[in-house]
């Protein structure tokens, strides 16, 4: 029996065979203490009618939804800090069911703390519960910010108490389930590529064009590489444009789709600082905020060494050259859409770009990165507002200036929408370390869960005003 209607199972993975994944047992946890479910992303898979009982079944203990065959842990490879691993696998997650959403796109359910894998090597397989919350706030917030994103669809405690070196010990245990078009990633080929397998290459690449890529013609390598570098640019723009710092931009970190996973030692800037780094063990800044345009690049140019077995080097070199100029649009385009500004040409488009990003140096810890986009949202519909709002007295200077004329340049894109109350409020939503820190020590201290369900819904209500 379907959960409903518009439950459409299609567990395509799973054809490509044992050698992409291995069959896997998830976890038997002592305890299945149900604490986020998302019926927004479950309902366009056709989730959102289980019970809380079904939930926990399916999420919890991995009883198969219908139509799935049973759990995989995905194999594949990659470059950790630039250094190759090959050991490398879902360690403790797996892919738990594929499906189709209400506009046909194939979607995963994967998961992150289910246990042990071939793969785990000498970890545990688990997910630490504050691990877990800070991955269901980072989705949440990037989702608010029209960033591509994995969801989080299920967190569930599972009442284990975890050895952690990176955090105060014993800890609590929880596991993820996350929903996101595929975790298919760049290390999928790397691995294939590593033993010399140009027929799993053609495989891989046969796969992603027709289930993610079907513009894309059969057997043309190096056109669903050009299709891969466009998802990647325009995925690092909004990174930049949302002021976020993955943390571990790792080969196997990045999907085919273009779609943001895997929230690690995320971190959202206070304010503008290119050397800003969200992982502690980052010592050479090699992911940091800055940078990530040139880590995403690097890593794309591992995918296109992969794709060198089943195609020829130029024209994979000519669909990587793509990527700086697709990133320049991309952060012009989104820039815009965060400023709630039509498109008025690409001159215009990058003086409020520059603009943009010199006012926000300027503006240094007093202008902070997202009130901007909030004080200044819908362009010259917002001014009243934002000279009389708390930052009203550093709205002033060249710099300022600079930014305003070529603001008032473009038109506002749907000024209707500065009527949601999300505009009215005197700051915006920001995901700040100090706010994520004080949501844990709520849960920590006192089991209480109000303070992130009130985020979660008020980031809901702001992807709304701005949608």
């Known amino acids: 029996m379907p959960p409903s209607p518009a439950y459409q199972p299609q567990p395509r993975f799973f054809d490509l065979g044992a050698e992409y994944g291995d069959a896997v047992r998830p976890a038997a946890f002592p305890e299945t203490t149900l604490r986020v479910r998302n019926d927004l992303a479950a309902a366009t898979v056709g ?25 995989v842990a995905m194999r594949y490879h990659g470059h950790q800090f630039r250094t190759y691993n090959p050991d490398l696998g879902d360690g403790r997650g797996f892919l738990a069911a594929q499906l189709r959403d209400g506009d046909g796109r194939l979607l995963d359910l994967g998961t992150k703390g289910s ?3 071939p793969w785990s090597r000498s970890g545990d397989g688990r997910l ?16 608010a910010q029209g960033v591509p994103t994995s969801r989080a669809l299920s ?34 080929f790397q691995r294939a590529a590593f033993f010399g397998r140009a027929d799993m290459v053609e495989t891989l690449v046969e796969h992603v064009r027709s289930l993610y890529h079907p513009a894309v013609a059969v057997g043309d390598a190096p056109g669903l590489l050009a299709a891969i570098v466009a998802a990647s640019a325009r995925l690092t723009a909004r990174w930049i444009a949302a002021g976020f710092v993955h943390g571990v931009l790792n080969t196997d970190n990045l999907n085919v789709t273009g779609e943001s996973f895997d929230y690690g030692p995320w971190r959202f800037l206070p304010s503008y600082e290119p050397g800003f780094t969200a992982a502690y063990f980052d010592s050479q800044g090699l992911y940091a905020f800055a940078r990530q345009p040139e880590a995403v690049f690097w890593n794309l140019t591992q995918l296109a060494g992969c794709l060198k077995l089943v195609a020829d080097a130029a024209p994979l070199t000519e669909a990587l050259n793509g990527f700086g100029p697709a990133y320049i649009r991309e952060l012009r385009a989104a820039f815009l859409e965060r400023l709630g500004v039509k498109s008025l040409g690409e001159a215009a488009d990058q003086r409020l770009l520059d603009t943009t990003l010199a006012l926000l140096r300027e503006g240094g810890e007093a202008v902070r990165w997202e009130p901007l986009f909030h004080d200044w949202f819908a362009g010259f519909s917002s001014s009243a507002r934002a000279l009389a709002g708390p930052r009203g007295k550093h709205w002033q200077g060249e710099a300022f200036d600079a930014f305003r004329f070529a603001l008032f340049e473009h038109e506002p894109d749907r000024p209707e929408r500065l009527e949601n109350p999300a505009f009215a409020a005197p700051e915006p939503e920001e995901m700040l370390i100090d706010e994520v820190e004080a949501i844990w020590s709520a849960i920590d201290t006192a089991d209480d869960w109000s303070p992130l369900h009130h985020k979660l819904t008020r980031l809901e209500a702001t992807r709304r005003a701005r949608a």
């Open 115 to 117: 246990g042990t894998t």
């Open 128 to 143: 630490t519960l504050k691990g877990g919350a800070r991955e269901v706030l980072a989705a949440a917030m990037l989702e």
């Open 47 to 71: 989730l959102a009618d289980l019970t809380d009982a079904k939930w926990i079944d399916h999420f919890g203990r991995f009883t198969p939804l219908p139509g799935q065959p049973g759990p």
């Open 155 to 188: 967190l569930i405690e599972t009442g284990e108490a975890l050895e952690r070196g990176d955090e105060p010990s014993p800890t609590r245990s929880a596991v993820l389930v996350r929903l996101q078009h595929s975790h298919i990633r760049f290390g999928t």
